[in-house]
T-cell receptor
Framework: QQPVQSPQAVILREGEDAVINCSSS?????VHWYRQKHGEAPVFLMI?????EQKGHEKISASFNEKKQQSSLYLTASQLSYSGTYFC??????????FGSGTQLTVLP | NAGVTQTPKFRVLKTGQSMTLLCAQD?????MYWYRQDPGMGLRLIHY???????AKGEVPDGYNVSRLKKQNFLLGLESAAPSQTSVYFC?????????????FGPGTRLTVL
């Protein structure tokens, strides 16, 4: 079953913050986050494992609440280069990824 | 290192024709995957492989076949193409058994079935 992402789309000005949420009804091994620019392949951002992990990657960080089966991606002080579609992927114990339908992020100057 | 490569980049087929998409990776990854991406649907797993000589069905396997005769290559076949198979196809690979199983994606193949 596909994880649910919210919001579906968000428009920001440079320097503003955004949060993208991902929730699943299935038991998870991990949560992946990828970013895809138009016409390109998805690019890996980070993985969060079980255990309430948080991670940071420059101004992009994420958290994983294992009990709630939810993950959130935080983008702070957004830059034009952050524009794209963000996908969460929930990984099963069998190491298969099921992707959400994506959140389209647009950063305006 | 080229990473993950896919051929062809674009293809137009007529209904009923067959074709094979080739994915190659030079990272010695164990796991390989084929996804399709349709507008607003995200990526959906078609088939995957956990090692040379193995294949398994994903979420949307109907109408597709795969083979992994060599560790570095993963082939996706369409025996009788249908308009519903118009999509962008992505191949990916990963170490598989590592704790952090990051997937590396190829550039995609845009397929149109008329």
């Amino acid at each position: 079953q596909q994880p649910v992402q919210s919001p579906q789309a968000v428009i920001l000005r440079e320097g503003e913050d955004a949060v993208i949420n991902c929730s699943s009804s299935k038991a998870l091994y991990s949560v992946h986050w990828y970013r895809q620019k138009h016409g390109e392949a998805p690019v890996f951002l980070m993985i969060l494992l079980k255990g309430g992990e948080q991670k940071g990657h420059e101004k992009i960080s994420a958290s994983f609440n294992e009990k709630k089966q939810q993950s959130s991606l935080y983008l702070t002080a957004s830059q034009l280069s952050y524009s794209g579609t963000y996908f969460c992927g929930t990984e099963s114990p069998a190491r298969q990824l099921t992707f959400g339908s994506g959140t389209q992020l647009t950063v305006l100057p | 290192n080229a990473g993950v490569t896919q051929t062809p980049k674009f293809r137009v087929l007529k209904t009923g024709q067959s074709m094979t998409l080739l994915c190659a990776q030079d990272m010695n990854h164990e796991y390989m995957y084929w996804y399709r991406q349709d507008p607003g649907m995200g990526l959906r797993l078609i088939h995957y492989s956990v090692g040379e000589g193995t294949t398994a069905k994903g979420e949307v396997p109907d109408g597709y076949n795969v083979s992994r005769l060599k560790k570095q290559n993963f082939l996706l076949g369409l025996e009788s193409a249908a308009p519903s198979q118009t999509s962008v196809y992505f191949c990916a690979s990963s170490w598989g058994l590592e704790v952090e199983n990051e997937q590396f994606f190829g550039p995609g193949t845009r397929l149109t079935v008329l």
